[in-house]
């Protein structure tokens, strides 16, 4: 639910989402009416791949516009890159390194407070980790 949200994700569910930037993903997975789904759609010569991985980087870098277009089967709300950047940034602040640091530093004086908040978050549970 938080990662489709429009809103702030609360302190109290950030951890929680782990590295997870599109909650949805992880109901389809565990659905039982989609058991033997993915096989179906092979058998009718459907493209496979991907590993459902994503690069926060990427989508904290990207243009706004172009992230959305390029991720136009998922649900964001009011097609909004934010609500993307937001999920990085919590996914950021759950598993990512000092590598990360210099993209979500980007964010962390952002004229968004969601994505503000978001970032001296992750800025903060990236250095408890490193130390």
Do not use: F, H
Not at 53 to 76: I, K, Q, T
């Amino acid at each position: 639910y938080w990662t489709q949200a429009p809103a702030t994700i609360p302190e109290e569910y950030r951890a929680e989402l782990g590295p997870m930037v599109y909650g949805c993903d992880i109901c389809q997975d565990v659905c039982p009416w989609n058991r033997g789904v993915e096989k179906r759609r092979r058998g009718q010569g459907a493209a496979t791949g991907g590993d459902g991985r994503v690069s926060l980087a990427d989508w904290l870098s990207r243009d706004g516009d172009e992230l959305v277009a390029d991720l136009d089967r998922l649900y964001v709300p009011r097609n909004d890159a934010r609500w993307l950047r937001r999920n990085a940034l919590i996914a950021a602040g759950n598993v990512g390194t000092r590598t990360l640091e210099p993209v979500v530093r980007r964010y962390e004086d952002d004229s968004d407070p969601i994505l503000s908040d978001a970032a001296r978050w992750a800025l903060a549970r990236i250095a408890d980790r490193a130390e």
